[in-house]
């Protein structure tokens, strides 16, 4: 598997995996923890969560100048991993919930902050270690290997990712079901109305069909809605507390392997004055190349890590929980997407190599054009499955959806599914292409840049959340159908031109 890749491959992408159990943890869970915590809107909430992955990857420029400027690649990604893992630890303090209304501001303030230090602990790790990586293939000896080895790098950092949700899932429900209580989806935004009076009609009427499901024993529902709330959210600081765990896993392998990684010195002696002798019109060019990707890149995002918000959503709100008499939750689905990374990925690195064979491979442009489509497609099936759905605000009039009326899971499994085929199609070789375009001086900067595209497309997440809770559901899958299509279009425009900077 690795035979005719750098020995410090597989130690880069296992001391990855803390990152990605970090990252998918949030993924899970972060939205819904904010609207159970502070009562928020999913729009509110939405926006926070936009904000912290948009600052995750902006960040990563930050932190490729640092790393550039210093030639210290590996004492900044060290950095990093110390700082996610306070990060984590002041988001796992658990503090009473329903905030009080003197105390609001504060305690959302210290979340706030919480997921600051993890996004700049990030942005000091993510992109600097990806730049080690390709620095392991500026070496004539491994150059022809760059898109399978970040192919293969981009499938072992997800394997962490797959038991994120699970692990995060397990212990909220955990601590839910020791006090007595059993977890429901919709119960955390009735609490929140009771308490501030808003519920009525329907909603009431199942609020006390689902206090009595969950364990209530009190005829004060007031009461129980506080000692709901304040069990949910306690649980939910404890499955932020397991992603402690997987950042040390991944300090001890990186401390362990840390001298396997290239340094930027041994770099300028392999590939002689390259760095010196390439002109400023050729810079000029392959930066320009890079920002064109990156610009389009930004639709993608902004489509794709729905999986994270308005996915997550519609598995809460609209999906039947359950496969045969297997309970699961919304936030499980997020397990599909690392998941299916690890299991599709030597799949299509096989058909990579077979067309490859038949001198028939396309470019690198042109897989992540492709994956393009593949985004828009997987959208399409989302449209077409949830077209007779309610709006949002017909399902909370109601007080949600009976078993009966939501849809299958395997609507999201089969969207998912070809989500992470698009994905396998841009990441990975998005990463190669920057690493193989981007002049030697700046490369931790690019990789920064690369990030800050996903950055951008995070930014406009939370314009999902919004048009989740405005407009038909089936219309707010067709946004970003036509956002995955117009990146399609745009990188099949600039074809020739990709391919002749990056050859």
Not at 112 to 125: D, E, K, M, R
Request: hydrophobic share 55%.
């Amino acid at each position: 598997m690795f035979k005719n890749h750098p020995k410090g491959l597989l130690a880069a992408a296992l001391a990855n995996m803390g990152e990605r159990f970090g990252f998918y943890t949030m993924m899970a869970i972060l939205s819904l923890f904010l609207m159970a915590k502070f009562g928020l809107t999913g729009g509110q909430a939405g926006l926070i969560y936009s904000i912290f992955y948009f600052s995750i990857y902006v960040l990563s420029f930050v932190g490729g100048l640092i790393a550039d400027r210093t030639k210290n690649f590996k004492g900044t990604i060290l950095i990093g991993l110390i700082m996610m893992a306070v990060g984590y630890f002041l988001i796992a303090i658990p503090t009473g919930t329903p905030v009080p209304q003197n105390q609001f501001a504060i305690f959302l303030a210290m979340t706030c902050f919480g997921l600051l230090v993890i996004a700049f602990g990030n942005g000091l790790f993510k992109g600097n270690l990806q730049a080690l990586v390709g620095q392991m293939y500026d070496n004539p000896k491994y150059s022809n290997m760059r898109d399978a080895g970040f192919q293969w790098f981009y499938m072992f950092i997800n394997v962490g990712a797959i038991f994120a949700p699970l692990a995060a899932v397990g212990v909220r429900n955990w601590w839910v079901n020791s006090h007595g209580f059993k977890y429901n989806p919709d119960l955390p935004a009735l609490c929140h109305q009771q308490l501030n009076g808003s519920l009525q009609g329907d909603a009431m009427m199942r609020f006390q069909d689902l206090s009595a499901q969950v364990g209530c024993t009190t005829t004060d529902l007031s009461t129980f809605a506080s000692d709901y709330l304040n069990v949910f959210a306690t649980g939910f600081h404890y499955a932020f507390a397991v992603a402690i765990f997987a950042m040390a896993i991944s300090l001890v392998i990186y401390l362990a392997n840390k001298k396997k990684f290239p340094n930027p010195s041994d770099k300028e002696k392999a590939v002689g004055v390259q760095a010196d002798e390439m002109s400023v019109a050729e810079i000029r060019q392959r930066m320009y190349a890079l920002f064109a990707v990156f610009a389009v890149v930004i639709f993608f995002w902004f489509s794709f890590h729905q999986n994270g918000l308005t996915l997550t959503f519609f598995a809460r709100d609209y999906t039947l929980l359950r496969i045969g008499s297997f309970e699961i939750t919304a936030e499980l689905f997020q397990s599909m997407n690392p998941f299916f990374v690890v299991f599709l990925t030597p799949i299509v690195m096989a058909f990579f190599g077979w067309l490859r064979a038949k001198g028939k491979e396309p470019s690198t442009p042109k897989k992540i054009a492709i994956g393009m489509a593949i985004a828009a497609i997987a959208y399409v099936v989302m449209l077409i499955g949830s077209y007779n759905v309610p709006s949002y605000a017909n399902l909370t009039a109601q007080g949600g959806l009976t078993d009966a009326q939501r849809v299958t899971p395997f609507l999201l499994i089969g969207t998912y599914f070809i989500l992470t085929v698009a994905e396998l199609f841009i990441s990975p070789l998005g990463i190669s292409f920057v690493s193989k375009v981007a002049p030697p001086k700046y490369q931790g900067m690019a990789q920064g840049l690369w990030l800050c595209a996903t950055a951008a497309g995070n930014q406009l997440l939370f314009i999902g959340a919004i048009l989740y809770e405005s407009i038909p559901i089936w219309a707010t899958w067709l946004v970003f159908v036509v956002a995955c299509l117009i990146s399609m279009v745009v990188m099949l425009s600039m074809l020739k031109w990709l391919e002749r900077v990056s050859s």
